[in-house]
T-cell receptor, first 113, second 112 residues
Framework: NAGVMQNPRHLVRRRGQEARLRCSPM?????VYWYRQLPEEGLKFMVY????????ESGMPKERFSAEFPKEGPSILRIQQVVRGDSAAYFC???????????FGPGTRLTVT | QKEVEQNSGPLSVPEGAIASLNCTYS??????FFWYRQYSGKSPELIMS????GDKEDGRFTAQLNKASQYVSLLIRDSQPSDSATYLC????????????FGTGTRLTIIP
């Protein structure tokens, strides 16, 4: 059973560009969560999605950040007009509908130059 | 007050000894409790989940939960050098929205 998949694993963007991070949950998992880990800081919740629905986006910055989990295809975290402060590791986690354990993908390390 | 607090460490334990990691949380409504292990540069790996008061054992790992004291701990028996990592305590408040709130982690080093 393949785990949570994220791509790309490393992403370099110049200030002002857009970053798109993809996450495919584990097979059978319908819940997707995005977390961000800034250098030397803890993991922070960003957004919780189910298919075609955003359940909780209380951790998302108000501007430039958006997320979706379409009926078909991976979940996407989109960061517009990136700034240096967006440099971080972005992790996706998934869980099945009837359990609470979340399993993390390998992460995308975003570097903004 | 931080929602989930852990001693940042580092915590050094001799190989073969018991490592004890502690976590407190502020929200009395917290429902689910997890321990993750994170090696440097890697993603968090779930090692234990616990939902009710008492102990839960899985191999060399034992999680302990005391909701009255708002305290959860992780014991690692027969510590191995491969256990050297940062251990993250995570809590969810609501069934139906299982977003995890993490502590800042405890860095554990097992000394051969």
């Amino acid at each position: 059973n393949a785990g949570v998949m994220q791509n790309p694993r490393h992403l370099v963007r110049r200030r002002g560009q857009e970053a798109r991070l993809r996450c495919s949950p584990m097979k059978g998992h319908s819940h997707v969560y995005w977390y961000r880990q800034l250098p030397e800081e803890g993991l922070k919740f960003m957004v919780y999605l189910q298919k075609e629905n955003i359940i909780d986006e209380s951790g998302m910055p108000k501007e430039r950040f958006s997320a979706e989990f379409p009926k078909e295809g991976p979940s996407i975290l989109r960061i517009q007009q990136v700034v240096r402060g967006d440099s971080a590791a972005y992790f996706c986690a998934s869980s099945p509908m009837d359990r609470y354990e979340q399993y993390f993908g390998p992460g995308t390390r975003l570097t903004v130059t | 007050q931080k929602e989930v607090e852990q001693n940042s460490g580092p915590l050094s334990v001799p190989e073969g000894a018991i490592a004890s990691l502690n976590c407190t949380y502020s929200d009395r409504g917290s429902q689910s409790f997890f321990w993750y292990r994170q090696y440097s540069g890697k993603s968090p790996e779930l090692i234990m989940s616990i939902y009710s008061n008492g102990d839960k054992e899985d191999g060399r790992f034992t999680a302990q939960l005391n909701k009255a004291s708002q305290y959860v701990s992780l014991l690692i028996r027969d510590s191995q050098p491969s256990d050297s990592a940062t251990y993250l305590c995570a809590v969810t408040v609501n069934f139906g929205n299982e977003k995890l709130t993490f502590g800042t982690g405890t860095r554990l080093t097992i000394i051969p």
